[in-house]
């Protein structure tokens, strides 16, 4: 037999949140792909001192990890490294392990070593045999080293990747610290100046500033025009007009001014509290580590664990022809790219900056940051420059309504449309508590439309919810009609919908009505919102993300307490109607030993393959720690087994080997202050739709009626985000009765969660029969199928 393959795991460089859930789906994946894995301690250091530092991994040594901060397995700068003689000693010691293929997680200088030491692989090999260092037949089966990169950053400084992982989590410290910051302002009426992390990124900063709606913002790659002082201080004179009591400036701490020149947070807060200008009451807040620090956020955790599973696939697939690779995401699509082309290109950013190109600095970012200045520009600065407003003839009313139960980001959807509108002179109009509000209060004193208060809204950006409220009720339930009228009524121009799968239903009511009731010949669309994440058209929702992090934070708790009273079972029940997105990727940032799922079902068969494997599992357990067990089960995967049942069943079947308990959160994972992706998408998706809307204009029944993206729904699919017609989607991808789009592109993560979580392969559940069939086969007309 061949020896088996050993693949070595590495962190170097910063360490970022995210970094463990790396290491634990390399090494288990790893085992489960047949290999040897291995963990090298203190990054390169580790690989260049050898012995201990690099260590065969096993299956339960990575447990627990996912939930833990920083790297469990260190990381250090090696200046031996950067000699020929350290590499050297590390290729020796490598070889010495059977080792030649690498995983690194790391920021591009680390890559970059990693990619350098490959391409003197063979080179090193031949030197330690000439030297008599080894000899020739220890490096025969080790001729070629492969390398596979995934980037660890909170800077998100690297080309070619819309995240790394941590750069969420960091997103998450600083919105948090913000949102803590805004009530300390507003309550004095002062102005903060917040630094945050980015010496040649303004990522962090760019993002914080579009969550939390800050005033004004400094990144090195878009410096402001000639005079910076006198804009920023025109735009925040302009919001202390407006009545703001606050005033947040983000500022990274590499930004520069047009001239090449470092602008430092006492600058800006100099300027703020001169007595002859603003004269605001200014502090400065450095937020330094406490951006790296924390466990990981669910995305992290997910991108994480994707990351590393697809790691170890491309370090088994890769050839010596094989350019060195790193995995990246782009939108929601897991990918390889070649990772001296990414390094490049990020180098260029730098030098860019440096030369004062800051076009060509922009131009090198992906598309989505060139969205986001924009975005953050449009919803700050937008009223204040009047070249954005559109002719009179060609500005729109706009009805924005919330369809469905309350999800995380809503709210600033609808501070950025509204501001958006505003800055092209629409008027955007607030219809309160979905079409039951519209069709029955619209009338009272106040009534359910009226128009938005910006002083209010700008507030909105960090609040949980619904602020103009939501409800369920279908158009057809409030009466088709009435809501046909009072749409002449008002004279709305296009609606605006943020909304779940009721919000999807709504659009395509109204738009199959348009041939009966004309007034409903307006341009419409559908900003999915929702944490069940199941509208058809897209891949992501907002509230989804925010979900996920209340989900894991609880199981996170859940788990410890579990792990502290050992040898104990965890049956969590999470919400998702009937989509299981929620419970997969809750189970991929928990670790959960078994996840139960609409889509699959659930029987007793399954069950008791899954009582056998926890029955064996705890067999194992020889005094570790983080023994605990969770199992998430979605509300609507049985009708017969839910937590409390399968608790039960659990508990008695263990016969006192383990115990099992039933966990709800129930409605919190709808609560909770929106995260930083929920927010920051709902900015840029929002302004998209309010631009698809302005395609149209006024007066365009006629277009309408024969246009099919006149109804249609936004949405981030693969690499791209679209707007979809809702004709089309109705009739081709939607699972009507199930309310969820029909096929499921996370469903494939399903399998990781069962490898990872040392699942055994096991039994789906027969499909029910149906109609004819079912009753034909009770009274014996016709034979089961095996």
């Keep these: 037999m061949a020896p088996r393959k050993k693949i070595a795991i590495m962190t170097s460089g910063g360490d970022s949140p995210g970094m463990n859930a790396v290491v634990r789906s390399c090494v288990r994946m790893a085992i489960h792909m047949g ?144 949102d803590l910051i805004e009530a300390t302002a507003s309550s004095h009426s002062r102005a903060f100046v917040v630094e945050v992390m980015g010496r040649h990124c303004g990522w962090l900063a760019l ?86 620090g924390g466990t990981a956020v669910a995305y992290d955790r997910m991108l994480a664990t994707l990351q590393g599973v697809e790691a170890v696939k491309a370090v088994l697939e890769a050839t010596p022809e094989t350019k060195t690779c790193f995995i990246a995401i782009t939108e929601n699509k897991i990918v390889r790219k070649p990772l001296m082309e990414a390094v490049l290109d990020t180098k260029q950013v730098a030098k860019a900056i440096e030369s004062q190109d800051f076009d060509g600095a922009m131009a090198l970012r992906d598309a989505e940051f060139s969205e986001q200045y924009k975005s953050f520009m449009m919803t700050t600065a937008g009223q204040i420059d009047h070249e954005t407003l559109l002719p009179e003839k060609e500005r729109m009313k706009i009805g924005f309504i919330n369809v469905g139960a309350p999800a995380g980001g809503m709210n600033a959807a609808v501070r950025a449309g509204v501001s958006y509108c505003l800055s092209r002179g629409h008027e955007p109009i607030a219809i309160h508590n979905g079409f039951a509000g519209f069709a029955r209060h619209h009338a009272d004193s106040p009534g359910s439309v009226r128009p938005f208060d910006w002083l209010e809204v700008d507030g909105w950006a960090s609040k949980g919810g619904s602020e103009i409220g939501t409800n369920r009720e279908l158009p057809s339930e409030s009466g088709m009609e009435t809501i046909a009228n009072l749409i002449e009524q008002y004279q709305f121009d296009a609606l605006f919908l943020i909304g779940g799968f009721e919000a999807f239903h709504a659009v395509s009511q109204l738009r199959k009505a348009r041939e009966q009731y004309p007034s409903l010949c307006i341009p419409m669309t559908l900003l999915p919102a929702t944490i069940s994440n199941n509208v058809p058209g897209t891949e992501y929702s907002l509230g989804s993300d925010t979900c996920l992090n209340e989900l894991v934070d609880y199981c996170d708790k859940i788990k410890q307490s579990a792990s502290a009273t050992r040898r104990r ?111 920051c998408r709902a900015v840029r998706l929002a302004i998209k739709c309010i631009q698809q809307l302005e395609k149209y204009g006024r007066n365009v029944h006629n277009r309408v009626k024969v246009d099919p993206m006149s109804a249609s729904v936004i949405g981030i699919k693969g690499a791209s985000v679209i707007f979809t017609p809702v004709q089309k989607l109705e009739e081709e991808e939607t699972d009507w009765p199930n309310r969820r789009p029909k096929a499921a592109f996370w469903l494939s993560m399903k399998e990781i969660v069962d490898i990872l979580g040392g699942r055994p392969r096991h039994t789906l559940p027969e499909p029910d029969l149906t109609g004819v069939k079912a009753k034909d086969v009770k009274r014996g007309l016709e034979p089961v199928a095996n």
């Design 35 to 178: 290999c040897d894995a291995y963990c090298v301690y203190e990054g390169y250091e580790g690989l260049v001192r050898g012995g201990d530092f690099i260590k065969q991994m096993d299956w339960f040594d990575v447990r627990g990890w996912l939930s833990e901060g920083g790297t469990l397995i260190g990381t250090a700068r090696c200046m031996a490294f950067y000699e020929r003689a350290g590499r050297l000693t590390a290729a020796k010691n490598m070889i010495l392990n059977g080792i030649d293929a690498l995983i690194i997680c790391g920021g591009d200088g680390s890559l970059t070593g990693a990619d350098r030491f490959r391409a003197e692989w063979p080179s090193l090999l031949e030197e330690l045999v000439s030297t008599g260092e080894l000899a020739a037949e220890q490096i025969q089966a080790y001729k070629h080293l492969n390398i596979v990169g995934i980037v660890g950053s909170i800077d998100n400084d690297l080309s070619g990747t819309d995240a790394t992982v941590g750069c969420y989590s960091a997103l998450a410290r600083i919105c948090l610290c913000v």
């Design 207 to 292: 993002m914080a500033a579009v969550a939390t709606g800050a005033d004004f913002l400094f990144i090195p790659e878009k410096p402001r025009e000639d005079n910076w002082r006198e804009e920023m201080r025109s735009v925040i004179q302009q919001h202390r007009k407006l009545g703001k009591r606050k005033t947040i400036v983000l500022i990274a701490e590499g930004a520069l001014d047009k001239f090449g020149n470092k602008i430092s947070p006492e600058e800006v807060r100099d300027l703020l509290a001169d007595k002859n200008g603003l004269a605001l009451d200014t502090r400065i807040t450095t937020l330094g580590h406490v951006q790296r």
């Design 569 to 679: 079972v965890f049956v969590i029940e999470t919400q998702g109607g009937r989509s299981g997105y929620i419970a997969t990727l809750a189970g991929l940032g928990v670790g959960a030993s078994a996840v139960y799922l609409p889509e699959e079902g659930l029987s007793l068969e399954m069950l008791s393959e899954d009582v056998r494997h926890l029955k064996e599992v705890f067999a194992q357990d020889k005094g570790q720690s983080r023994a605990g067990r969770l199992i998430l089960i979605n509300e609507k995967a049985s009708k017969v087994y839910n937590a409390k049942l399968i608790a039960d069943i659990l508990r008695d079947e263990a016969h006192g080997r383990f115990e099992s308990r039933e966990g709800i959160p129930g409605h919190m994972q709808q609560g909770g202050v929106p995260s930083g992706m929920d927010r």
